[in-house]
């Protein structure tokens, strides 16, 4: 595949792919009606990508990043509800949250995250997994997993206790309290922090740099710096299975319609385990 067969329109629904000099791919999650929240299609075309673009020849560095307000708001009710009421598709999604991540880990191509506003679920976990993420101060990254009534899976397990420590990881995650850009910054959670105004342009110096070394020395360092990560993989599968056990349960229904009813929810008093 070459790499501007990457970029043809309606090949990746929910993302728009732009090919820039010096073989920069520009991937935007695009659904700026939901706040780019990431629907059916937006999650299988986010696995399935980083393989394509592993494959294409042309590429040398991908920077990602979200339209309008910010990254991503995650998943969409509607795929939430799809999950819970239906298990082929939670067998579906369950699938393509593993790929997901993996592929990602597994793209040798350098992979650049900007992240500005909210930045939440399938979104989150390409943003902190990519090799460099540059965050805005006014960021607000969220794994809003035990909000909605289910353990901590997708990316969770795998990074957060590498980038900002078990003690850290432990207190977002079960907590779900967002971090700020400033403060994902001085845990070690993102790489890098700028200004609101000058993010962006922060994380294409960073995808030009990376784009222009060599394309060996780049990616083996990739290669083999991810094996912190491939080494995680046991404690990842069964995060990820914990967490689809959970659209199986009663909190998940609870967690969804205290959402939309924009109310606390009232979970179980009690848990089997």
């Known amino acids: 595949m070459q790499a501007h067969e990457l970029t043809r329109p309606g090949a990746y629904p929910g993302l728009n792919l732009t090919l820039h000099d010096g073989g920069i791919l520009e991937v935007v999650i695009a659904n ?25 020849q042309g590429v040398r560095c991908v920077l990602i990043r979200g339209e309008g307000r910010g990254f991503s708001s995650g ?35 350098p992979i650049v995250s900007a992240i500005h506003g909210p930045c939440v679920g ?9 090799d460099v993420s540059v965050a805005a101060k006014s ?15 997708d990316h969770a397990a795998i990074i957060w206790p590498l980038l900002c420590g078990l003690n850290k990881a432990k207190y977002h995650l079960m907590t779900g309290e967002p971090v700020s850009g400033e403060e994902a910054e001085r845990i070690g959670l993102v790489s890098l922090c700028a200004e609101d105004d000058q993010y962006l342009e922060r994380a294409w110096k960073v995808a030009r740099q990376l784009a222009a070394g060599s394309p060996t020395a780049v990616r083996w360092t990739k290669y083999a710096l991810n094996n912190w990560l491939r080494a995680m993989g046991p404690t990842f599968d069964a995060s990820l299975a914990l967490e689809f056990l959970g659209f199986t349960g009663p909190d998940v229904r609870e967690g969804l319609a205290s959402l939309r009813e924009k109310r606390p929810p009232t979970f179980m008093e009690d848990a089997p385990l």
């Open 139 to 153: 960021a607000r990254i969220l794994d809003g997993h035990v909000r909605l009534g289910v353990a901590a899976g």
């Open 32 to 56: 700026e009606r939901t706040l780019n929240s990431v629907d059916r299609g937006g999650h299988q075309s986010l696995t399935r990508i980083w393989r394509d673009i592993d494959a294409a």
């Open 75 to 109: 998943g969409d009710f509607e795929l939430i509800e799809e999950m819970a009421s239906d298990f082929t598709a939670l067998a579906r999604v369950w699938r393509e949250a593993r790929d997901l991540v993996y592929n990602v880990i597994n793209c040798g191509k």
């Open 122 to 130: 399938a979104g989150l976990a390409v943003a902190l997994l990519a």
